[in-house]
């Protein structure tokens, strides 16, 4: 009978041979995966080889070549807009603001805005460099640990919480306790983990919180005070300060005495309420803007026979098919180019764009007003842009490179 191998369950290396799990990131839920979404190391951009040189490659050789393709753009790049540079201005002048003021709650952001426009990788991204600061400015506090009561005490400045549907106030006590690997006895009240929480982000120095998708916290009539009553005793015991994002949460009960309900809380008085919004690209300026967008993604690619400016020259029937939303332009982007090396074209323009199925919502806006849109070019030339596609180029392109 055929013996079956041995195998090694205890991995010599984190990442070596044994190690099964998936290369991307995931949403962190504790400050051990937090970190690692911290050390994650972008895959690097390939460097094109002579298109000759390619052609010639051997199939396990343009393989192994192309798999660094897909996965540079499965990552592609995050792209830094002026709408993300503005939120974290804000959000970094609150938490300065908040730094040494007297005891008591500090003021919060709430973010709120449609789905799928990029709130979480906004506020993931902005706490992301605030930790890489303090790991630069202080990397002594990053060595130092110490038990207290049994419990590893480590620097912790960054607590991100991704809330789950329908979750009551206990639910949200148990998420924070299970990102900072606070234990806590079976059947204990949410008083009981509450306050081991706070201990606990007071010891490791807990100076941002993200409460993610706070619009899945139960904020009917009935619970929606009991919910604010909760996040105000935190952020009365705590010196952090607190972000929350959403869906319409101006008009959830997190701003309001329970959904429907006309009393604003004290939640509402304590927190400055920011909006993201899709691209309008109704001035000069806005136009730009949306440009520079899709130049960052271009020039990110890694095709072969890829026109640079192509995408450009689309700036308008992007922002139709993605109706002005950044997910939305990356996921097409990020399936074009995957499916440009897949099927050898090497390229991407409209032909290939519109043979891309992209989320419902984007999908459905767009082809309920496809008629409005140009015939696509023919592929074997580029058409011309009209005058105010090429304005838009033009001034795009005068700016980044002046």
Not at 285 to 302: F, G, H, P
Request: proline share 6%.
């Amino acid at each position: 009978m055929p013996t079956t191998p041995p195998f090694d369950n205890t991995p010599s290396d984190q990442h070596g041979p044994g190690d099964f799990r998936h290369p991307g990131l995931s949403e962190p839920r504790t400050k051990e995966e937090w970190r690692e979404y911290l050390d994650y190391q972008i895959p690097p951009k390939p460097t094109l080889l002579p298109l000759d040189v390619y052609e010639q490659l051997s199939p396990t050789e343009r393989n192994l070549h192309d798999q660094a393709r897909f996965i540079h753009h499965s990552a592609l790049v995050i792209v830094r807009t002026s709408q993300m540079r503005t939120i974290h201005h804000q959000i970094r002048r609150r938490m300065m603001t908040n730094a040494h003021q007297s005891a008591g709650a500090r003021r919060g952001i709430v973010l709120d805005g449609p789905a799928t426009l990029g709130k979480s990788t906004l506020v993931k991204t902005f706490a992301y460099d605030f930790e890489h600061e303090l790991r630069r400015n202080h990397p002594e506090r990053f060595t130092k640990q110490y038990r207290v009561s049994d419990r590893l005490i480590d620097y912790t400045p960054v607590v991100y919480v991704n809330i789950p549907s329908q979750a009551t106030p206990k639910d949200l006590s148990i998420a924070l306790a299970q990102y900072l690997a606070q234990p806590y006895r079976s059947g204990a009240t949410k008083s009981d983990i509450t306050r081991l929480v706070l201990e606990n982000m007071r010891l490791v120095g807990v100076e941002l919180v993200i409460i993610d998708d706070a619009h899945f916290m139960d904020l009917s009539l009935k619970e929606g005070k009991v919910v604010n009553d909760h996040l105000k005793y935190i952020a009365n015991h705590t010196a952090a300060t607190f972000i929350y994002t959403g869906v319409d949460l101006k008009h959830s009960g997190l701003f309001l005495e329970g959904s429907g309900a006309a009393r604003v809380t004290q939640t509402a008085g304590r927190n400055t309420l920011l909006h993201m919004t899709t691209y309008a690209i109704k001035t000069k300026e806005d136009k730009t803007d949306w440009v520079s967008v899709i130049s960052a993604m271009e020039d990110a690619l890694v095709l072969y026979k890829h026109q640079p400016g192509t995408l450009i020259s689309l700036w308008k029937y992007l922002h139709r098919r993605t109706g002005g939303n950044i997910s939305s332009l990356a996921e097409l982007v990020r399936e074009a180019a995957v499916d440009a090396v897949l099927t050898g074209e090497e390229r991407i323009d409209r032909a290939l764009l519109d043979n891309i199925v992209i989320n419902e919502h984007a999908q459905s806006t767009y082809e309920a007003d496809w008629q409005e849109d140009p015939k696509p070019p023919s592929p074997n030339r580029a058409d011309p842009p009209s005058e105010e596609n090429g304005e838009a180029a033009a001034s795009y392109c005068n700016q980044h490179h002046n």
